[in-house]
C-alpha cells in the first residue's frame, strides 16, 4: 500500500528559517510534471503556510531531485538567499551523498568505482551506460560497496561522483545487478507499492546561511527487505 505525503504526515529531516529537509516517500514527485499529480514542493508549502499562518504565496525553491519510485533525502530552500547558494553547491558537488540500494544479483566486486558514459533517452525517459564515450554521452562516476548480505539480496552503499540522469539505476544495471523492483533498468518484477530499493541515506553539506556543517540521515521505508538492512 503506498502512502505519499501530506502537509499532516511529511517526515521532516531538518528545518530552519533557510531550508527545510524531507524524507521523501515512494510514488512523491518532487516537482510538477506532465502527469498533473500534486508535487512533493506544493505538499511543503502547505505545510509551511499552516505551521506559521503564512499570508499570501509561501517562497519555496527545488534544489534538486530524486526520481518517483525512489525515497530519502530531498532539500528545499526556504529563502532565494538560500536557493542560489545551495544550486550552486549541488552543480559544483560540493555536497556528499550517500545512497542505498538493493540488488538481487551481487556484484562481481565487493566494492569498486563504476566510471560510464550515460546517454539519456528521452522518449522513454532512461539513461544508457557506455563503457566508452557516445555521442552526447556524459561522464558517471560512483563508489559502491556490499553493505549487507540478506538471504536473496545484497544492500550495497553508493557514493555519487556526478550527477547523472538516473546514474545509479543505469550503471547497477550495466553491471548486471538492476536495483530490486526497477523494471525499467532490467529487474524482473515490480515492487507492490510501485517503488524501487533505491534510498537516498545520507546528506552532508555547509548550511548555505550559517555556514555550519550540516550532516542528515533518513530512516529507511517501512519494508521486510529494508528492516533486514
Request: aromatic share 6%.
Amino acid at each position: 500500500m503506498k502512502i505519499l505525503s501530506t502537509k499532516n504526515n511529511l517526515q521532516i529531516l531538518h528545518e530552519d528559517n533557510h531550508i527545510i529537509v524531507v524524507n521523501k516517500r515512494v510514488g512523491d514527485i518532487v516537482q510538477g510534471d506532465k502527469t498533473g499529480d500534486k508535487p512533493l514542493s506544493e505538499v511543503v508549502k502547505e505545510y509551511i503556510k499552516d505551521k506559521y499562518n503564512k499570508p499570501g504565496e509561501v517562497f519555496l525553491g527545488v534544489v534538486h531531485r530524486l526520481d518517483r519510485p525512489t525515497t530519502g533525502i530531498v532539500v528545499f530552500a526556504r529563502t532565494s538567499k538560500a536557493l542560489t547558494r545551495l544550486n550552486e553547491m549541488f552543480s559544483n558537488r560540493e555536497t556528499q551523498k550517500t545512497y542505498w540500494a538493493v540488488v538481487k544479483k551481487k556484484p562481481e566486486k565487493s566494492e569498486d568505482k563504476l566510471v560510464h558514459y550515460l546517454k539519456r533517452n528521452e522518449k522513454n525517459n532512461t539513461s544508457k551506460a557506455h563503457l566508452k564515450e557516445v555521442p552526447e554521452s556524459k561522464l558517471a562516476s560512483l563508489d559502491y560497496k556490499i553493505i549487507k548480505e540478506l538471504n536473496n539480496y545484497f544492500a550495497l552503499e553508493i557514493n555519487l561522483h556526478t550527477g547523472r540522469h538516473h546514474q545509479i539505476r543505469a550503471q547497477l544495471s550495466a553491471i548486471g545487478s538492476p536495483i530490486k523492483g526497477d523494471l525499467k533498468y532490467g529487474f524482473d518484477r515490480s515492487n507492490p507499492d510501485g517503488g524501487i530499493h533505491l534510498h537516498a541515506r545520507k546528506l552532508v553539506f555547509i548550511h548555505p546561511v550559517t555556514k555550519e556543517n550540516i550532516q542528515i540521515i533518513a530512516p529507511i521505508p517501512e519494508d521486510v527487505i529494508w528492516r533486514a538492512v
